[in-house]
Nanobody, 121 residues
Framework: QVQLVESGGGLVQPGGSLRLSCAASGSIKSINAMGWYRQAPGKQRELVASVTSGGTTNYADSVKGRFTISRDHAKNTVYLQMNNLKPEDTAVYYC???????????????WGRGTLVTVSS
């Protein structure tokens, strides 16, 4: 069994910053890609940023230049540094891990439960 646990969400004023963390646990041998998705009320879940095991990053156009994704392979942890936050960034942010190999199984997709980010004055 693999679990993803997010932390770091909360309430922040426009222009402020937050750092999200997501730690994967379980008998993990490798994880291909890790990333962050978000879902605002009434909208579909969308990719925010992702990073592969090789370090290739991908960002949604709406967050380029403001958000930075990073990964600690030794800790199976991914981070999302969010700067210059805007009200439209308000959403539940979900951590995702793709192609997770454990000692007994391979999981194509694993999701965290989400952490709420609210940007409001």
């Amino acid at each position: 069994q693999v679990q993803l646990v997010e932390s770091g969400g909360g309430l922040v004023q426009p222009g402020g910053s937050l750092r999200l963390s997501c730690a994967a646990s379980g008998s993990i041998k490798s994880i291909n890609a890790m990333g962050w998705y978000r879902q605002a009320p009434g909208k579909q879940r969308e990719l925010v940023a992702s990073v592969t095991s090789g370090g290739t990053t991908n960002y949604a156009d709406s967050v380029k230049g403001r958000f930075t994704i990073s990964r600690d392979h030794a800790k199976n942890t991914v981070y999302l540094q969010m700067n210059n936050l805007k009200p439209e960034d308000t959403a539940v942010y979900y951590c995702n891990a793709a192609n997770v190999v454990t000692i007994v199984h391979r999981f194509l997709q694993v999701w965290g439960r989400g952490t709420l980010v609210t940007v409001s004055s």
